[in-house]
């Protein structure tokens, strides 16, 4: 008889991505910065860039 699978935990990355960020880190300096009354902007600008041509070969 098969026990059933208890529930897995969410990864810090996980909960970090569902509050808008992209990692734990990135969630954790924006509880300090709350903490210490510190205002901030997360990700405020998007920059656009073109990778650099490459030679490359298909065989």
């Keep these: 008889m098969a ?3 208890s529930p897995k935990r969410a990864s810090t990355r996980q909960i970090a991505v569902a ?3 992209r990692s734990g880190l ?3 300096v ?3 910065l709350d903490a210490a009354s510190v205002t901030y ?3 405020q600008f ?3 860039y073109e990778l650099p041509a490459r030679l490359a ?3």
């Design 19 to 21: 509050k808008g960020f």
């Design 46 to 48: 998007k920059i656009t």
């Design 3 to 5: 026990t059933p699978k």
């Design 41 to 43: 902007n997360y990700e």
């Design 30 to 32: 924006a509880g300090e």
């Design 57 to 59: 070969r298909f065989l």
């Design 26 to 28: 990135e969630d954790k």
